[in-house]
């Protein structure tokens, strides 16, 4: 397929150490690219699952600085890389350096932890996550919506509602954006119970059930679909095929911005951002100029 590298993504935490190894042995002795797996420590099965993918013979993981690491976050790379010295697998890295990170990274975590930037609920391991699946920034999200809400104590209530919804459309993957998707209408199933479920269905949600997403793995019952999106035609074909082509478009817009290749993909996606960013840079590079004449006793009239 032309691919670089194969990365294993295990969002929700839920990938168990023997079952790690099993895949990777696999994937390695069917293809000679690296293999990358990126796992969160939700379920408390993080650093166990990593030693042995890395003893079937992954060629990189994911970690983070032991203070913003555990919980919804990955596991602390400091501890691996102990974990590692000495062995075959010894990655070279110094832990007296590391530490200096992590000293910076401490101080940065209780100002967040202050403020209420870092919530307590996300730094703890949560076992029912092999029973919810919910992955960690999904998780975040929930509970940053309910604290909003003012209804934390919500939390396990919603975590519940999250699996019977995944089932009414279609079991979708929890990975973004159908994750947060799924997350956004399980609070509103929770937090408007008084007025029946789904009685608010976000815009996004419609989109999911009318198909606009693609066709989720297992089918949705009609009568469901029809609770949701009343008479509103059902996209069962390639939603891209009822776009026109955008590209000449895209590139006359572009053009009065662009100094580079990937300014097209930016302004494509995202393009009220892109062009805010846009401006700012040419603004930057106004300023930069102008800092660098009057240095040289140029001055604009």
């Not at 042995?52 to 596991?75: F, N, Q, R, W, Y």
């Not at 993957?173 to 799924?182: A, F, Y």
């Not at 949705?220 to 776009?243: C, Q, S, T, V």
């Not at 494509?268 to 006793?297: M, P, S, T």
Request: hydrophobic fraction near 40%.
């Amino acid at each position: 397929m032309g691919a670089n590298s194969i990365c294993i993504k295990d969002m929700s935490g839920l990938l168990k150490p023997y079952e790690a190894y099993q895949l990777v042995k696999t994937i390695k002795n069917s293809v000679s690219i690296p293999v990358h797996l990126h796992t969160h420590y939700t379920a408390g099965l993080g650093s166990m699952t990593l030693l042995k993918a890395i003893e079937a013979g992954v060629d990189g993981v994911d970690t983070a600085i032991s203070p913003l690491a555990m919980g919804t976050s990955h596991t602390p790379t400091e501890s691996l890389v102990a974990t590692l010295q000495g062995t075959p697998y010894d990655t070279g890295l110094d832990l007296a350096k590391l530490d200096v990170i992590a000293q910076h990274f401490n101080k940065i975590r209780e100002e967040y932890l202050a403020n209420g930037l870092i919530d307590t609920k996300v730094l703890k391991v949560d076992v029912n996550a092999l029973r919810y699946q919910v992955p960690g920034g999904m998780l975040s999200n929930l509970i940053s919506q309910l604290k909003m809400a003012g209804k934390s104590d919500k939390l396990n209530a919603v975590l519940e509602e999250v699996a019977h919804v995944r089932a009414d459309a279609g079991y979708p993957p929890l990975v973004t954006p159908t994750s947060q998707i799924v997350g956004t209408q399980a609070v509103n199933n929770v937090l408007f119970a008084g007025e029946g479920r789904y009685s608010r269905v976000t815009k996004e949600f419609k989109a999911l059930i009318r198909g606009e997403y693609g066709k989720c793995p297992a089918p949705i019952a009609d009568d469901f679909r029809r609770k949701i999106i009343g008479d509103e035609d059902i996209i069962n074909y390639r939603p891209a095929d009822k776009i026109a082509p955008e590209i000449d478009d895209l590139r006359q817009r572009v053009a009065p911005y662009s100094e580079q290749d990937e300014d097209l993909l930016s302004l494509a996606l995202f393009e009220q951002v892109a062009i805010k960013f846009f401006d700012w840079r040419k603004q930057q590079k106004y300023n930069l100029d102008d800092k660098a004449d009057a240095k040289n006793g140029i001055h604009s009239i």
